[in-house]
């Protein structure tokens, strides 16, 4: 089994940067794609960056030319550049991996990180 642990999260003001960390422990040679979701309150669940094992990345239109996600297959980790932060990326960010050879993120899953960003 995989287990996930995101760290990062808080407040900021509009513009701003954060950078979100996501480690995974147990079996993770098991460990395929990667992302991050994130849910606002009365919205859906949404897939905001993702990247495979071997760096091919995918960002929501919403968030493209501002975040960058990047990862260490030898670690197990993965990270999420905020920067230019605006009001409505505020959510509840959760990392995501799939097993190797997936294409989906939602065998793992972590607990999840608050981000808010004050106008």
């Known amino acids: 089994q995989v287990q996930l642990v995101e760290s990062g999260g808080g407040l900021v003001q509009a513009g701003g940067s954060l950078t979100l960390s996501c480690a995974a422990s147990g079996e993770i040679f098991r460990i395929g794609p990667m992302g991050w979701y994130r849910q606002a309150p009365g919205n859906q669940r949404e897939l905001v960056a993702s990247?495979?094992?071997?760096?091919?990345?995918n960002y929501v239109d919403s968030v493209k030319g501002r975040f960058t996600i990047s990862r260490d297959n030898n670690k197990g980790t993965a990270s999420l550049q905020m920067n230019s932060l605006k009001p409505e990326d505020t959510a509840v960010y959760y990392c995501?991996?799939?097993?190797?050879?997936?294409?989906?993120?939602?065998?793992?899953w972590g607990q999840g990180t608050q981000v808010t960003v004050a106008s």
């Open positions: 995501a991996a799939g097993d190797r050879g997936r294409t989906s993120l939602n065998d793992y």
């Open positions: 990247i495979t094992r071997g760096g091919r990345t």
